[in-house]
Structure formats: structure tokens, C-alpha cells
């Protein structure tokens, strides 16, 4: 446990704030209980929700909003079922004492924590136009500012002691303490966090900024391959990416191969991987001249609900050498 400390000069009482360890627990008790919720709406609505893609995520979203703000907001005690179990609770700090949380107040404490972690950022939302440069950027800076807001939330927890705010309490004025806590007060954020928080800031920005100079004709070229691969009917989201991959002989010596990999959701459960995955292969043969020089093609057919407090994947791959992928599909190469 951690007592709060006031500012110099305050004489209201101090609260035990709850530590590090029995609040990590119950926000992985919170988790497992709506990753359950989530289990058992994919097994009743599994094929409604692969035709959403990506936008599942706005269903999980909407279930932990409620999750959060009917158990913690309102007239409630302050509690999910996670903090009920670990016997703490949040509670909202003001000049005149402590209050409960309005549920707006609850709200926008889940928000913050829930759109980095459930909804991943905002990039997903109108995917369809990715294959814009404009876009392209504004994944990239959505990136960016997912990684500082995931860095804060994760930097503040950790090491603004002796509370422990992070920015869902400091947005909110609120703390959590255990259920006997019948007192409390704010206490600042010293400025060498604000300074850290800045300079990871600036760090990560110059460093994606950096990064995409280098692999920007590379990012490019998949965003071409995903693209006319996007337009082969039935298919949903696409993946692309180049790698190497080595193995090693039984007789000694070791070979390496360069090669691509094609990942495409199947969002509509009537059709079958059989039949689209040589169209995928066909239009990435056409669509992209570097195919031919791999020395495989991998296409990987996926099954999948995406809520983002739960998910569920089913995957079959398929995998040839660029000559191989001709012949069978009677292109020239």
C-alpha cells in the first residue's frame, strides 16, 4: 500500500491508496470477464459478427462502455466486478470532499483506456480508402499517437507514486482506493513525469518519421499488391509482407529463401478458401512484377471476429514458389 501525500501546506487527511498489484489484478479480472462476454456473443453470432471485420471492435467497445459505466457511474458503488472482488473501488475527488462517479465521469474513464487497447486507434475506421496516400499518412500518425497515448497510460501507472494516477484518473479527478476509504485529496503530477512524457513523445514521433523515409518505396509497393488483391470479390481485409526465412540441413549448411505472405479475412461464411485463394495469388502475380522474383508466395485465408475485447481466428495456408503458382493457375511468368 501507498499513502497519498498532499502539497506542502495541506492539512486534509490522506487515504490509502490501493498498490500497484491487487489494481493490475483486478483490470485483468475485468478483462477476462468481458473477454468471456465476447466469447459467448461470437458463439451465438459468429458469422453476423466476421462480416463486420474490423468494425467489431465498436461492438466490444460499446459492452466494456457499458461494463465500466453502469458498475462504476451513477449510484453504483464505484466498483466493477474485478475491483468488487479485489475490494477497492474508484472514487472522485473534489475541493469539498469525495463523491461518486457520474456516469460520464465513468465513461471517459474506460474511453481513455478502451480506445488505445480495444480499438486499437482510429485507422481501421473507413479502411477501405487505405490505398490513399492521404491515408496512408494518417495510419502512420494514428500509429504514432496510439504509441504515446499506450506509453503515458503505462508510464503514469507505473511510476507516478505515491497514487498512481494515470490518465483516466487525472482526466477525471479520481483515485483508487480500497472500500474503507472515506477520505482523500489530489495531489499534482510532478514535472519531471510531464518532461518524460515529452521527450518519449518527440523520440517516437522522429523515429516513426524516420523510419517511414527509409521503408516508404517498400510501403508503397504492398500497398499496390494490397490493393488489387483487395478487389478480388469476397475478399475482406488484407495483409501483406516480405521476409526471410531460413533452415537449416540435416547434412549441414543452412539455405535462405526471400518470400511474400498474403493474409485475407473471408468475411462470408457460403464461400470457401479453395475457391478464392488462387484468385489471390492470380492477382498478386499480375498486380505486383516483384512476385516473381520470391522465391515463395504464401497465402494465408482467414476466418476471423475482431471485438477487441475477444477475438477469434481460423486460418489455412497455402504456399508455393511463384512458378508453381503459375502453372497451376496458367499464367505466363
Known sequence: MNTISGEPGESRPAATVVGFWRRSFAFWLDGLILALIGFLLIA???????????????????????????????????????KRLMKIKVIRL??????RLRYSHAWVRYAIVGVPTVLGGF??????????????????????????????????????????????DLATSTIVVPVTAT???????????WKVLAAAALVIAI????????????????GEVQRVVSAVPGVGE???????????RSQGGATTSHGAAIFYTLPDSALQCEQITPQVAKAALQGWPEASHQDYL??????????????????????????????QLGLPL
Open 44 to 82: 451465438l453470432a459468429g458469422d453476423i459478427l466476421m462480416r463486420l471485420g474490423q468494425w467489431g471492435k465498436l461492438i466490444g467497445f460499446a459492452i466494456g462502455s457499458l461494463y465500466f459505466t453502469l458498475l462504476e457511474g451513477g449510484p453504483g458503488r464505484g466498483q466493477s466486478l474485478g
Open 94 to 99: 473534489d475541493p469539498t470532499g469525495i463523491s
Open 123 to 168: 485507422a481501421f475506421i473507413g479502411s477501405d480508402a487505405w490505398h490513399s496516400p492521404a491515408w496512408r499518412w494518417l495510419v502512420v500518425a494514428d500509429g504514432v499517437l496510439l504509441a504515446i497515448w499506450l506509453f503515458a497510460l503505462g508510464y503514469l501507472y507505473l511510476f507516478n507514486r505515491p497514487t498512481r494516477r494515470t490518465l483516466q
Open 183 to 193: 477520505t482523500g485529496m489530489l495531489t499534482s503530477v510532478r514535472p519531471l513525469h
Open 207 to 222: 523515429g516513426t518519421g524516420i523510419g517511414m523515409h527509409f521503408i516508404n518505396p517498400t510501403y508503397r509497393e504492398l
Open 238 to 248: 488484407v495483409g501483406v509482407s516480405i521476409g526471410t526465412s531460413s533452415m537449416i
Open 298 to 327: 504464401s497465402v494465408i485465408c482467414m476466418r476471423s471476429v475482431e471485438l477487441g475485447i475477444a477475438y477469434w481466428r481460423n486460418q489455412s495456408a497455402t504456399v508455393h514458389s511463384p512458378t508453381q503458382w503459375a502453372a
